[in-house]
């Protein structure tokens, strides 16, 4: 049973728009939700993170959306680059210190 | 500093040999864990150790063990290796705390 649900799978996006990518939880007892970014043949890289008590976290052209009543969360990649053609995680951990990953987004932002 | 260093890069086992995956980081992290990276299937996380001589269970830890030798290294042993461990093996530290976690380069595992 997936803990950390992640769409779209696939996301094909314009040089200069938007990339928002969305994940949802269920379990209450996560305390820290990182994304990350994984180039082919690497392993991944924290790209931002946010805690439960902060609506939103923006960090150069990349924000997380925080919305902890629907427990939902999203990444918004503005003025996307083909640079960012990578593969993106979200992830979530519980007080156990344990980690749980989305099943990953492919983008690809077109010249 | 090397960060998170993992070996070997690539490996091709026969179905039911056994092998040790090395993973050794130089930040002088608490926390080191191993996952898995399937297709589909994102990472998961097979095992978990907080500290020196602690391990913990993941959420898919059956056909693997480990060990934390020291603070620096932990290591994930397939005793009777199957095809369905076919996956590249990700290792990963990090202080503890709300601390970024550093990810190694990751094995590339092919069982026969």
């Known amino acids: 049973q997936q803990q950390v649900k992640q769409s779209p799978q696939s996301l094909i996006v314009q040089k200069g728009g938007i990339s928002i990518i969305n994940c949802a939880y269920e379990n209450t007892a996560f305390d820290y939700f990182p994304w990350y970014q994984q180039f082919p043949g690497k392993g991944p890289a924290l790209l931002i993170a946010i805690r439960p008590d902060v609506s939103e976290k923006k960090e150069g052209r990349f924000t997380i959306s925080f919305n902890k009543s629907a427990k939902q969360f999203s990444l918004h990649i503005m003025d996307s680059q083909p640079g960012d053609s990578a593969t993106y995680f979200c992830?979530?951990?519980?007080?156990?210190?344990?980690?749980?990953f989305g099943t990953g987004t492919s983008l690809t932002v077109i010249p | 500093n090397a960060g998170v260093t993992q070996t070997p890069k690539f490996q091709v086992l026969k179905t039911g040999q056994s092998m040790t995956l090395q993973c050794a980081q130089d930040m002088n992290h608490n926390s080191m864990y191993w996952y898995r990276q399937d297709p589909g299937m994102g990472l998961r996380l097979i095992y978990y150790s907080a500290s020196e001589g602690t391990t913990d269970k993941g959420e898919v830890p059956n056909g693997y063990n480990v060990s934390r030798l020291n603070k620096r290294e932990f290591s994930l042993r397939l005793e009777s290796a199957a095809p369905s461990q076919t996956s590249v093996y990700f290792c990963a530290s990090r202080w503890g705390g709300y601390n970024e976690q550093f990810f190694g380069p990751g094995t590339r595992l092919t069982v026969l």
């Open positions: 992830a979530a951990r519980n007080t156990g210190n344990q980690f749980y």
